[in-house]
């Protein structure tokens, strides 16, 4: 699946990389000497093909989050944090939510297995199926995006409220949601076609194209601020800016998905439209993606009405930069150590850790969670303290640029201090999760979602009510944070009931002991360090650069140190991810 700004991928579980009859036959009549070295030839590669596609994917990521982190240093610069930066990300949004609810859910969820099922078990090599399947999936996607771009207004109310006050924000967006809601359709694409990629092993291309996306978005937004006179307010912006904004957003993804289309044909795929689809087992396939759907409906309600709260700050407050832009930026930069480090830790473990289910051997599969929950928090940890120490540095140094100033880019710090430690919840749950995928058990993460996206709209709610629309939102940041902490505390739960038991001995709560008493002084520290560096060199970008690498290096020499001094072992464990 999509992850540029806008998604995530998945590699294929080595359960699910079947071998031909034929090829078992031949195995079948070689010596037994032969046989063993060949099995242990094949383990090797089988343990070692996850590692490799995560690392793969590790790459991909970080290529794709850095120029998505160029992109969005932009975009602030063109369009600010405020109210106008919050038409077109409201928009942006759009096209992303529907396309998850419309199909994304149940492309990410269940057709790998589907497709790859189809290729070892059909006579035709699935190809048959294949066809059906991306007929149905083009057909949903151009119904969908037609009905989605004659209803923008409406929809777009569901984010944002039209008030009298607020009419051009609100008109703005809609233009805007008819440019980008075509997306819908390049998503999709971009998915079944990936998906096609990932069911004949081929991570690379959808792993790196949604790079392409960026450069784009990066191209346009720098033309934009070079040759256009770059606005403040929502009625500052011309249609030339609109058009612009529009069609090169939506453009990007469709170079994103339409760059798959070589890669594809090239490992064997051909389309050819199909509508024959009954009785094809195509509706097994939307059966098993149910709770899926559910899981992405529960998290969809939640993100509209923070994003309906979040716009509502950014009407009272048009160029405070505490509304809807800031909170997505700043969820963005939190996002990273989650995207680079706990994703492919998972890639990597997932194919084991479902084997061990499989086979009963639920010791094995306890060891394999608390072993990823210690291996990633080495980073996530660290990380989660160096975002609450220097939110605001961070924010400064990115986005006080161009359309946004370190007035407006302030909040945006606060957020991400806010969204800070809930980055170490957010990733153990995310992990834990895939105990019970491994059991091929969807329905309970959707119990987790729906759980934890009612705390976030309730707390959300509150922040709304009953806060100042300057810290309305920064409290929302904060209320995501305690929502995934009340949502980890339940999975542990339940997935201890699954299990029969504890993660571990206790070593998984010792690690995470020792990790907190070496991030801990170290962010203290590193936070003086960015301070002491601040007070002596002033303001500006390049003072606050300077401090920020004061604090960050310092930062991460306290926390080595201590480490190594607590004799934390994951320290080695984590290149390789073993």
């Known amino acids: 699946m999509v992850d540029g700004a806008n998604g995530v991928t998945q590699a294929v579980p080595e359960q699910w990389q079947l071998q031909s009859d034929g090829r078992d036959a031949v195995r079948r009549k070689k010596a037994d000497s032969r046989k063993d070295r060949g099995r242990k030839q094949e383990d090797g590669k089988a343990d070692g093909g996850p590692v490799r596609a995560s690392l793969l994917m590790a790459v991909g990521t970080v290529v794709s989050r850095a120029t998505g982190l160029i992109r969005q240093v932009l975009q602030a610069a063109a369009l600010g944090t405020g109210l106008l930066a919050s038409t077109y990300n409201t928009a942006n949004t759009v096209p992303t939510s529907l396309y998850t609810l419309l199909i994304g859910g149940a492309l990410n969820a269940v057709l790998v297995p589907q497709l790859v099922r189809a290729r070892a078990t059909q006579p035709d090599g699935g190809r048959a199926y294949e066809q059906r399947l991306a007929t149905l999936v083009v057909c949903v996607l151009a119904v969908g995006t037609a009905l989605a771009v004659c209803a923008a207004p409406q929809i777009v109310g569901l984010y944002m409220r039209d008030t009298p006050e607020s009419h051009d924000a609100f008109a703005l967006t809609v233009t805007f ?21 990932n069911a004949r092993e081929k991570f690379g291309a959808m792993m790196w194209t949604p790079v392409l996306n ?43 998905a339409l760059a798959l289309l070589p890669f594809a044909r090239a490992a064997g795929f051909r389309f050819r439209p199909r509508f024959d689809w009954r009785g094809t087992g ?99 940890v660290p990380a989660a303290f160096l975002l609450l120490a220097f939110g605001t540095q961070i924010s400064t140094l990115l986005f006080a640029h161009g359309a946004a100033d370190a007035a407006s880019a302030r909040p945006l710090g ?79 739960l339940l997935l201890r009931r699954r299990l029969g038991g504890r993660l571990d001995d206790g070593g998984l709560r010792r690690t995470y002991g020792k990790l907190l008493c070496a991030a801990v002084p170290a962010a203290g520290l590193g936070w003086a360090a960015a301070r002491a560096c601040g007070t002596a060199l002033g303001a500006g970008t390049w003072p606050t650069a300077v401090a920020l690498v004061a604090g960050v290096v310092t930062l991460a020499l306290v926390y080595l140190l201590l480490a190594r001094f607590l004799k934390v072992d994951e320290l080695r464990r984590l290149p390789g991810m073993r």
């Open 414 to 492: 606060y957020m991400l201090q806010a969204f800070g430690l809930g980055l170490i919840p957010f990733s153990a749950q995310y992990l834990l999760l895939r105990g019970f995928y491994a059991f091929e058990d969807t329905r309970t993460p959707f119990l987790m979602a729906a759980w934890i996206a009612v705390v976030d709209i309730v707390l959300a709610t509150g922040c709304h009510l009953l806060l100042p629309a300057r810290w309305a939102v920064v409290g929302m940041a904060g209320a995501y944070t305690l929502s995934y902490a009340a949502g980890l505390a339940l999975t542990v």
């Open 214 to 256: 960026n450069v784009v978005l990066v191209g346009m937004f720098a033309a934009y601020v070079g040759l256009m006179t770059v606005p403040d307010r929502v009625e500052d912006i011309t249609a030339a800016q609109v058009r612009l904004l529009g069609i090169g957003t939506t453009a990007g993804v469709a170079v994103q």
């Open 177 to 197: 949601a008819r440019f980008l809601l075509p997306q819908i359709f390049f998503y999709g694409l971009f998915s079944i076609y990936g998906q096609l990629l």
């Open 282 to 380: 195509l509706g097994k396939s939307a059966h098993a993606a149910k709770w899926t759907l559910l899981f992405v409906l529960a998290n969809q309600v939640a993100l509209t009405v923070v994003t309906n709260f979040a716009n509502a700050a950014d009407q009272e407050l048009p160029q405070a930069g505490a509304g809807y832009s800031a909170y997505t930026y700043a969820q963005t930069i939190w996002l990273l150590p989650q995207s680079i480090v706990t994703v492919s830790l998972v890639t990597a473990l997932l194919p084991r850790m479902s084997r061990a289910a499989a086979e009963g051997r639920i010791p094995d599969l306890r060891a394999d969670l608390a072993r990823g929950l210690r291996i990633s928090g080495v980073v996530i």
